[in-house]
């Protein structure tokens, strides 16, 4: 009965998962490694338990919060210099990729996204019944500015640029990335949910161009993963807009208190994030000294590595490491990616039975 009531295009959904549900792996160890969902695991938890607490009185739970989470827009556009009225707030930063996808598509309308890469930006935009334009990187997972700039057209309102790239994990150059947001009529999203761990972000560039939103997330350098909490900085204009569509109260009290004190501890982050750096180049050498295995470059808190061995495949060793407790991602269903896997970076103990796992499962 359901079915006949629901959207005729929503027949062709499924809905959206991770891809493994940890608490159903076990093995022989019976330690299950999650490696899969690109978390800061370097961070001292108890520490940011203590912050979580001491918030926890400053609560009180019988009043709702302010719709527009005024505060924390304030707190967070203090942290990059910014006025408030450049800040949205939503559910995660996949909340905010709703709410613009919402603003800005209807059917008919176009948006290109630069493609493999995370796949919440199409779930939103076919839902909305909008046209989905994948782009795809180079062989070397770059990418050419004027090959993106000529896929669009006069009905294309988005283009969506994650970078540094999910799942393959290189940040794209800075003028690249410049020059699509300069040539396009186009509303440019940069998601920067990993930039914490790359180079460089677009953040100073963002009073110049007045049709780029720069997409951010407190689930990856800051460790609040299971808060729910992300943003977009863009022009006054069009956080206005994003506004008509933003559900109110999109971000939990709880978040809301915790996070400007968070940005107060910015050396502890940024002492974790210096950790991740290090300890990523030691994994992409660890994976390369391994037969059949070969790891890319990252400017993020994962690393992707492709499984060679003409005798075994992704899917394989994906399986083969799951029935030894080791959680990864698979990636090889996506474009150019064929027999992929990506693993978060985490600490050396946690990194060795990884990797000691990775090589039997390899031989």
């Known amino acids: 009965m359901s079915s006949k009531l629901t959207r005729a295009l929503l027949k062709e959904f499924e809905k959206y998962t991770s891809e493994v549900h940890f608490k159903k792996i076990t093995s022989p160890s019976g330690r299950v490694l999650k490696l899969d969902g690109n978390e800061n695991l370097f961070l001292n938890y108890k520490y940011i338990n203590r912050i979580i607490r001491d918030s926890l009185n400053e609560i009180e739970t019988n009043i709702y919060t302010d719709t527009l989470c005024q505060d924390l827009r304030e707190a967070i556009g203090k942290h990059f210099h ?36 995370y796949s919440i930006y199409k779930f939103f935009i076919k839902i909305m019944g909008a046209v989905y ?3 795809l990187l180079e062989d070397d997972f770059s990418i050419i500015s004027e090959k ?32 699509i947001i300069k040539n396009s009529d186009s509303i440019i999203i940069v998601d920067e949910a990993y930039a914490e761990f790359g180079n460089y972000s677009l953040i100073p560039a963002l009073r110049k161009y007045s049709n780029l939103i720069i997409l951010k ?12 909490a992300g943003y977009c900085l863009a022009n006054p204009e069009i956080i206005e807009e994003l506004l008509k569509i933003s559900p109110p109260y999109p971000v939990n009290i709880i978040a809301q208190k915790i996070i400007p004190k ?75 990616l064929e027999n992929c896997l990506r693993v978060t970076v985490c600490p050396p103990e946690e990194s060795e039975i990884f990797i000691d796992a990775l090589k039997e499962c390899m031989s």
């Open 262 to 336: 968070i940005f107060t501890h910015v050396k502890l982050i940024l002492n974790t994030v210096n950790m991740i750096q290090k300890q990523r180049s030691k994994m992409i050498k660890q994976l390369n000294n391994i037969n059949g295995v070969k790891a890319y470059p990252s400017d993020a808190n994962f690393i992707l590595f492709r499984i060679k061995d003409k005798k075994l495949t992704g899917d394989i060793i994906h399986e083969k490491l799951l029935k030894k407790g080791v959680i990864l991602r698979n990636r090889g269903s996506l474009p150019k």
């Open 148 to 179: 993106i700039t000529a896929t669009c057209d006069n009905e294309t309102k988005l283009i969506f640029i994650c970078s540094p790239n999910n799942p393959t994990g290189n940040q794209f150059p800075y003028d690249e990335v410049i020059n």
């Open 217 to 228: 997330t407190m689930s990856k350098a800051y460790g609040l993963a299971s808060l729910r």
């Open 133 to 135: 334009i994948p782009t």
């Open 82 to 117: 910014l006025p408030a009225d450049y800040i949205l707030v939503g559910n995660g930063a996949d909340g905010v990729i709703d709410t613009i996808v919402k603003t800005f598509l209807e059917p008919g309308r176009k948006a290109v996204v630069v493609e493999p890469t």
